[in-house]
């Protein structure tokens, strides 16, 4: 059965890559153009599209990936708070329209939640310890799904990512380490970094992860689980030296970086090596090594800026 799927947030880095790796299947997709700086029509567009998959499902199951999320470190509690407010009133018009069994893929953020948390690596059972709004709105985001699931039968996968990198990166946020390292390369731009080189983190390339989320609805229909936490990531740790290191050998130059502070870097943790032990058949899988990430990431940035 070719299940109605609809991905909110299919702009963005995660969500694009979701509804291409759909579409590279043969899905029953669809995606919503929301202006999401008019709220109100925002949540109107939303509200429509949520009633048309339903109807669209013809009270068979349908699915629901939510990839959206402007928010970033250093965004007000309010705006998070106005964000998860409207992704909670979009899952109550599904819950109250006629609908078959459902299974929504909510994208979170395991740096966000496990910022402050002792004991790398983290799994799905680690304590979480958020140290900024971000990684506690992350949090409250992940409290709404969890009760939208348990409230209306819908079945429910908490995906907390490690650091996603890839075509299609918003270069105007302050985020994405390796995308802005390539930018910095293409404009001889310095860019800045705020955390020590020892710095660890794990890097999954985007497409990667839109095909484990995309094999996650498969799995959590299969499951007799109603909400499934996971971590994913590609189960490998770098070093900030070593990301740098990487696009040496890229770029075939130094990347013009300037150590700098801000206090931003407070909220960002020193290790945070990630383990899933949910699922664990999902990370069986070849994941892009990050240098071949780097040039692709470098070439599509290029592309994109030859275009202007």
Known sequence: MNVPTWVVGSGGLLGS???????????????????????????????????????????????????????????????????????????????????????????SSAGGVYAGAPGAPHTETSATNPLADYGRAKLDAESIVRE??????????????ANLYGPG??????????????????????????????????????????????????????????????????????????ILGACHTVFRKRPNVVLASSPLASAQARDLRLRSIVWTDLDQRTHRPLPAGIASTLDSIRRNLAAR
């Open 148 to 161: 939208f699931g348990s409230g209306s039968g819908t079945r429910t996968v908490i995906g907390r990512f």
């Open 169 to 242: 990166q918003n270069l105007a946020k302050p985020q994405g380490l390796i995308s802005h390292l390539c930018r910095g390369y293409l404009l001889s731009m310095p860019i800045s970094i705020y955390v020590p080189m020892d710095t660890l983190r794990d890097y999954v390339y985007v497409s990667d992860a839109a095909e484990m989320v995309v094999d996650s609805f498969t799995r959590a229909e299969a499951s007799q689980e109603p909400t499934v936490t996971k971590i994913y990531a590609s189960g490998r740790s770098v070093t900030i030296g070593a």
């Open 17 to 107: 890559s979701v509804a291409r790796e759909l579409e590279r299947r043969g899905a029953d997709i669809r995606t919503s153009r929301v202006p999401w700086g008019e709220p109100t029509l925002a949540r109107e567009i939303l509200f429509a599209d949520a009633r048309k998959l339903v109807t669209d499902a013809a009270g068979g199951p349908w699915r629901m990936a939510w990839c959206a999320g402007a928010g970033v470190n250093g965004t007000s509690s309010d705006e998070f708070a106005r964000e998860n407010q409207l992704m909670k009133d979009v899952l109550d018009e599904l819950g109250t329209a006629d609908a078959g069994v459902g299974t929504v893929f909510h994208a």
